[in-house]
């Protein structure tokens, strides 16, 4: 089980960072991703890393500003956001697969949080 947190509002520029926790003794043993959904608006890729932590994907859109990191004797991954912008706006879920295979993907997870909310105001 996923659990997202550290959504809510923040000012263009400003930085956040979200944290999904998960449960089980398997967390290393998954491929870790943050997706999102803007309003009006499919489901995206966002982030990815690997089971150590020692590789990891971005979108083209966030490259650069958005880091992600785990800390697997925590269960948990982080998403640093940082130079947010008003289109970022978004719910974003952090999401779990075995592989990298096609873990730039929507389609390529298959354990998934619940989401958490959060808005850049201009």
């Known amino acids: 089980q996923l659990q997202a947190s550290g959504g809510g509002l923040v000012q263009a520029g400003g930085p956040l960072r979200l944290s999904c926790a998960a449960s089980?003794?398997?967390?290393?043993?998954?491929?870790m991703g943050w997706l999102r959904q803007a309003p009006g608006k499919e489901r995206e890729f966002v982030a990815a890393?690997?089971?150590?932590?020692?590789?990891?994907y971005y979108a083209d859109s966030v490259k650069g500003r958005f880091i992600i990191s785990r800390d697997n004797a925590k269960n948990t991954v982080y998403l640093q956001m940082n130079s947010l912008e008003p289109e970022d706006t978004a719910v974003y879920y952090c999401?779990?697969?075995?592989?990298?295979?096609?873990?730039?993907?929507?389609?390529?997870?298959?354990?998934w949080g619940q989401g958490t909310q959060f808005t850049v105001s201009s």
């Open positions: 999401a779990a697969r075995s592989d990298l295979a096609r873990a730039t993907t929507v389609g390529g997870y298959n354990s």
């Open positions: 089980g003794r398997a967390f290393s043993s998954y491929v």
């Open positions: 890393i690997s089971w150590s932590g020692t590789r990891s």
